[in-house]
């Protein structure tokens, strides 16, 4: 779901950019070239709007978490939609439960605000086309906020409502303890979904489909967030100091474009890094369209494996520079700290 392979961008908010996993467009002709061999064009119609406006939602929801990531200026790389809703890429630094809490909480808030002002008008209430639907096509649009909202407080990874109670639990107990607490929780939250899809069926409600479909995603999202715990416990215990590519070589911000250009070529590093009022915030790296100046992430050297691919997890950089007393020391690649994963965990 991460790789860029496997999205198209479809735009760019406040620097942003904005990707629809190939799986979405694939099911929506689906799904609408499907309700026009059935209906006719009106029932496409009817299913493109349908799905339309309901992705439109999501992206409204996951602009909620941009906007509180903003305010508390923490780093969004992207926002992805893909099929079961939308994934908003926070670069959250370790510790930063409020901070979780809050951006956690502005994606349905966005939802449930919409539903609010709608009801304030008289609209919602009723099933579209009931004696109590006012609206029509407002109705509906109340409908899907309300869901929305809702559906995505319940406590579950990795729903909004599963992150709200992780931070949490994270303040009482710590990050270790309460993430433990917080997917027990959700596991169980993703069973009683399972539940609800088995007494759809026994009262041949094929909406149990769509209802077993999400509580299997849920449950399983939940053992991969376990996993990647365990796997964290495992690789706090490996230090970062003997791995990276040393780095002989850097610069300040003073030296002109062609120096560096020249240094890079000729070092054999991956990277150029940069000083910038007394900051290693930027480095020059070689690409084939020539020398590309980009902001760099950084990890200590006294600190753990676990801290640099945490630190991967929430970019999408190519690599680390490893800091060690206030100056550069390696460049550590995503592709070796995933090595290092596969060699300490198979």
């Not at 609206?135 to 990874?157: A, E, H, R, T, Y």
């Not at 094929?206 to 715990?229: C, D, S």
Request: proline share 6%.
């Amino acid at each position: 779901m991460k790789s860029r392979s496997f999205t198209l961008e479809l735009l760019t908010l406040a620097g942003t950019p904005v990707r629809v996993h190939w799986s979405l467009p694939a099911l929506l002709a689906v799904a609408v070239l499907g309700a026009g061999a059935l209906g006719g064009w009106r029932e496409a119609l009817r299913q493109g709007f349908g799905w339309g406006l309901l992705f439109g939602l999501v992206l409204l929801h996951e602009i909620g978490h941009l906007a509180a990531a903003r305010l508390l200026r923490i780093p969004v790389s992207s926002i992805l939609l893909w099929p079961l809703g939308g994934f908003t890429a926070v670069q959250l630094p370790a510790g930063r439960f409020g901070a979780e809490l809050a951006i956690a909480l502005a994606g349905p808030a966005v939802n449930l605000l919409i539903a609010m002002g709608l009801s304030a008008m008289g609209i919602g209430g009723g099933s579209p086309g009931s004696p109590g639907d006012r609206g029509g096509i407002w109705s509906i649009l109340w409908l899907l906020n309300l869901l929305l909202g809702v559906f995505n407080l319940l406590p579950v990874f990795p729903l909004d409502g599963g992150r709200i109670m992780r931070s949490l639990l994270a303040m009482g107990f710590g990050e270790e303890r309460g993430t433990q607490l917080a997917l027990r929780v959700g596991q169980a939250g993703a069973l009683g979904i399972g539940g609800m899809a088995v007494w759809q069926f026994m009262h041949r409600d094929a909406g149990g489909l769509v209802t077993m479909t999400v509580a299997m995603w849920l449950f399983g999202q939940t053992l991969q967030e376990a996993r990647l715990l365990r796997r964290q416990e495992h690789l706090r215990r490996i230090p970062v100091a003997p791995y990276p590519q040393p780095l002989w070589i850097a610069i300040n911000d003073r030296v002109a474009l062609p120096a560096a250009r020249r240094l890079l070529a000729h070092s054999g590093q991956p990277l150029l890094p940069v000083e910038s009022a007394g900051q290693w915030a930027e480095g020059f790296f070689l690409n084939p369209e020539g020398i590309r100046r980009r902001p760099l992430r950084i990890v200590d050297g006294e600190s753990s494996i676990a801290a640099a691919w945490s630190c991967l997890t929430r970019s999408e950089e190519p690599g680390l520079l490893v800091i060690r007393n206030g100056r550069p020391i390696g460049w550590l690649a995503r592709e070796q700290v995933e090595a290092l994963l596969q060699d300490h965990l198979s």
